[in-house]
C-alpha cells in the first residue's frame, strides 16, 4: 500500500515547501504549515544564531509540523546541526553532501530525517540507513540540480524503496501533483511556487520578475563546474554561460563571478546581475497570494485530476 508523507510528518496535505536559501524563513514556512503542508526553514548561508531564531519565531507562528533544511556543504554545517537537534523542528531535510551520519542524532533527538537524493544509488543508500522518507529531485527545479529529469526520477527511485518518496522539480499545480500520487510518489515539494506566496520574504523585484517570465525563460549554470544551478535568464546567468561554453573565463573565475549571487537577488533585489533561482515550471505563475490560498488551490487541482483520471480507460 502507498504511504503517503502525511502519514511520515504528521501533516494534512502531501505538500512540502522547498528549503530555499536567503528565502526559506518562519512567517513562510509556518504559513504553509498552518494551511495543512510542511514547510521549511532553510539554514543555507545563515549563522547559528539565525537559525535558532527562525526555529523558535516559527513555533511561536504554528503548532503545526514545519521542518528545517540543512545545506552539508556548509562551513558551519555541525553547528547548525547542533542547534537543530537542541531546538527539535519536526524534521529536517539534507542535501548537498552525505547526510547518513546525521541520522542516529536527528532520531534520538526526536527529529524526523528527510534527506534530497538525485538518483537510484542514493536514494537505496539513504533509505537502508535508516530515512524517514527522501526528496528525490529533478533537473527542473530551480537552484541546485542533478542530470536526471522528475520523470525519469519517478519512474525509477519510487520502486527502488520502501519509505515514501518525495518528488520535486517542476510541480506547480495540482495536475502535476496527481501525476506525482498516481506514480506512487508519498508526496511532493514545491519551492518556485510559494515565491510568490504573499509570506515569502524573497525581495519583490524577484517576484515580479517571476510573474512576467515564459516557460523558457530558464538557464542552467556551472554544468562543467560539477555544480549546476538553474535560475531564470538574465545579464549574469546569460553572460556566465557564454563564458563557461567559451572558456572565457577559468573555473576559479567562474566560481568567484557566481560566489554571492543568490543572495544580490534574492535580499538586495539585483534580478540583472543576482542569480534568481527558479524552477521550468512559470507559466502558471501569474497572481501574489497568501500561501493557503496557495494550497487550498493545488487540493481542488489535485482532486480534480484524480477524479479525472478514474474515468480513463484505455
Not at 536567503?22 to 503542508?37: M, Y
Amino acid at each position: 500500500m502507498q504511504r503517503l508523507i502525511t502519514e511520515v510528518l504528521n501533516i494534512k496535505y502531501p505538500i512540502i515547501q522547498g528549503g530555499m536559501a536567503w528565502i526559506s524563513e518562519a512567517e513562510l514556512a509556518a504559513a504553509v504549515s498552518n494551511a495543512g503542508g510542511a514547510g521549511i526553514i532553510s539554514s543555507g548561508g545563515r549563522t547559528v544564531e539565525f537559525v535558532r531564531e527562525q526555529i523558535r519565531k516559527a513555533k511561536s507562528l504554528t503548532d503545526k509540523p514545519f521542518g528545517v533544511n540543512m545545506m552539508l556543504m556548509a562551513p558551519n554545517k555541525d553547528e547548525i546541526f547542533e542547534v537543530i537537534c537542541e531546538e527539535k523542528p519536526d524534521f529536517v531535510t539534507l542535501g548537498a553532501g552525505n547526510p547518513v551520519p546525521y541520522f542516529d542524532k536527528l532520531h534520538a533527538a526526536g527529529i524526523k530525517a528527510v534527506p534530497v537524493i538525485p538518483n537510484v544509488k542514493l536514494a537505496k543508500r539513504v533509505a537502508a540507513a535508516g530515512a524517514d522518507a527522501l526528496v528525490a529531485e529533478g533537473m527542473e527545479a530551480g537552484g541546485h540540480i542533478g542530470v536526471l529529469t522528475t520523470m525519469a526520477l519517478m519512474e525509477q527511485v519510487i520502486p527502488a524503496v520502501d519509505i515514501p518518496v518525495v518528488m520535486a522539480g517542476g510541480f506547480v499545480d495540482g495536475r502535476g501533483i496527481a501525476a506525482a500520487l498516481l506514480m506512487g510518489a508519498g508526496g511532493v515539494q514545491l519551492g518556485t511556487r510559494f515565491l510568490i506566496a504573499e509570506e515569502c520574504k524573497v525581495h519583490p523585484n524577484v517576484k515580479e520578475r517571476l510573474l512576467q517570465a515564459v516557460d523558457t525563460d530558464t538557464i542552467v549554470t556551472g554544468y562543467t563546474l560539477g555544480a549546476a544551478v538553474r535560475g531564470l535568464k538574465n545579464k549574469f546567468s546569460i553572460d556566465f554561460v557564454e563564458k563557461e561554453n567559451t572558456g572565457a573565463a577559468t573555473k576559479d573565475e567562474l566560481i568567484k563571478m557566481a560566489t554571492g549571487t543568490n543572495k544580490l537577488a534574492a535580499v538586495e533585489g539585483d534580478v540583472e546581475h543576482g542569480m534568481v533561482q527558479a524552477g521550468q515550471s512559470l507559466l502558471p505563475l501569474n497572481k501574489i497570494e497568501p500561501a493557503k490560498d496557495i494550497i487550498e488551490t493545488l487540493i481542488i487541482e489535485t482532486k480534480a485530476a484524480l477524479n479525472k483520471a478514474q474515468n480513463i480507460n484505455i
